[in-house]
C-alpha cells in the first residue's frame, strides 16, 4: 500500500518563502511519476508541479520561475520550493504518485499554505 505523508506547510507573509516535502513509502518510486497540486479555497484542484521519472519537469504558468520541485529517490522524497509567494498561493497542496504503468495513482493528505498580505 502507498503511502504519502507530506509537511512544511505554514503561514507565511507575501514575498516570502516554504518548502514542502513529500515521503513516500510502499512505492516503487523511483519509476514513479511524481508532484504536487494544491487546492485553494473555493477552487478545484489544480497542478503545481510534476517530475517524471526521468526528471523531466513541468509547472503550472502561474508559479513557473517561483517554484521548484526536486525529487530524491534513494530517500523517496519529492520537495517544492517556494519563493516569492503571493496571497494567491494559498491553499492546501498535496503530493501526488503516478504509477504509469499500473495506471495508479495515490495523493497524500494535503498540507495547509497560508500566504499573508
Known amino acids: 500500500q502507498v503511502q504519502l505523508v507530506e509537511s512544511g506547510g505554514n503561514l507565511v507573509q507575501a514575498g516570502g518563502s516554504l518548502r514542502l516535502s513529500c515521503v513516500a513509502s510502499g512505492s516503487k518510486f523511483d519509476i514513479s511519476t511524481v508532484g504536487w497540486y494544491r487546492q485553494g479555497p473555493g477552487m478545484q484542484r489544480e497542478v503545481v508541479a510534476t517530475?517524471?521519472?526521468?526528471?523531466?519537469?513541468n509547472y503550472a504558468g502561474s508559479v513557473k520561475g517561483r517554484f521548484t520541485i526536486s525529487r530524491d529517490n534513494d530517500k523517496n522524497t519529492v520537495d517544492l520550493q517556494m519563493d516569492r509567494l503571493s496571497v494567491e498561493d494559498t491553499a492546501v497542496y498535496y503530493c501526488?504518485?503516478?504509477?504509469?504503468?499500473?495506471?495508479?495513482?495515490?495523493w497524500g493528505q494535503g498540507t495547509q499554505v497560508t500566504v499573508s498580505s
Open positions: 517530475m517524471t521519472a526521468g526528471d523531466l519537469r
Open positions: 501526488y504518485l503516478l504509477q504509469r504503468w499500473a495506471g495508479d495513482e495515490y
